[in-house]
Nanobody
Framework: QVQLVESGGGLVQAGGSLRLSCAAS????????MGWYRQAPGKERELVAQITSGGRTNYADSVKGRFTISGDNAKNTVYLQMNSLKAEDTAVYYC?????????????WGQGTQVTVSS
């Protein structure tokens, strides 16, 4: 069993900043990658940022230069620093972890945290 617990969402004015955290716990030997996805009302879930255990990062074009993902392998924790927030960043943000299993790898998801940016 693997659990992902997110924190740090909330309401912020446009131009402001928020920091999301996600801690993975449970039966974890190692983690291939962790990341953040978001889903706005009426839209599909989309990748925001991802980081591998080796530190390689990947960002959606819409957040490049504004968001920074980082991780702490020892704590199985990933962070998302969000700066210069825009109204279009409003969404539920979900933490994701890709973890090896006996049969390959499985995706695990957090419960989601709401980020609301007021214009």
């Amino acid at each position: 069993q693997v659990q992902l617990v997110e924190s740090g969402g909330g309401l912020v004015q446009a131009g402001g900043s928020l920091r999301l955290s996600c801690a993975a716990s449970g039966s974890i030997v190692n983690i291939i990658s962790m990341g953040w996805y978001r889903q706005a009302p009426g839209k599909e879930r989309e990748l925001v940022a991802q980081i591998t255990s080796g530190g390689r990062t990947n960002y959606a074009d819409s957040v490049k230069g504004r968001f920074t993902i980082s991780g702490d392998n020892a704590k199985n924790t990933v962070y998302l620093q969000m700066n210069s927030l825009k109204a279009e960043d409003t969404a539920v943000y979900y933490c994701n972890a890709l973890i090896p299993t006996m049969y390959g790898a499985s995706n695990y998801w957090g419960q989601g945290t709401q980020v609301t940016v007021s214009s």
